[in-house]
């Protein structure tokens, strides 16, 4: 009985702990509790809540466009490289064409020499 995990006083069992991942709800009350404190800082700064709102509102709106610009960037780079390819496979296709025919015309001259 002295091996199970089970036995002896509580204070000399291992604790369990419980968990692990992401605290998604702690991550979300933690964002909530920092914006609260912008805003309130920003109220005191400004004198007033509307005043703090604008602020926000104008640093929120570049933080949105600087990232709508790395996606547009991304977004042009990407349809670049896929033009490329695409004129890339547009040409191999044609050479692998000519190719057949060529071979086919081989073909067909050698069936039609041949007795």
Not at 15 to 41: D, E, N, Q, S, Y
Not at 82 to 87: L, R
């Amino acid at each position: 009985m002295a091996d199970d995990a089970g036995s002896g006083p509580v204070w000399t069992r291992a604790k369990r702990h419980k968990g692990g991942g992401v605290p998604v709800v702690g991550l979300l009350i933690g964002a909530l509790g920092l914006l609260g404190a912008a805003t309130a800082g920003l109220a005191i700064k400004e004198r007033s809540f509307a005043g703090a709102g604008e602020t926000l509102d104008k640093a929120l709106a570049s933080v949105i466009d600087f990232g709508r610009g790395l996606v547009g960037q991304a977004g042009e780079e990407a349809t670049e490289a896929a033009d490329e390819t695409a004129a890339a496979a547009t040409e191999a296709a044609e050479k692998a064409a000519s190719a057949a025919e060529a071979g086919a015309e081989a073909a067909r001259e050698e069936l039609t020499t041949t007795p």
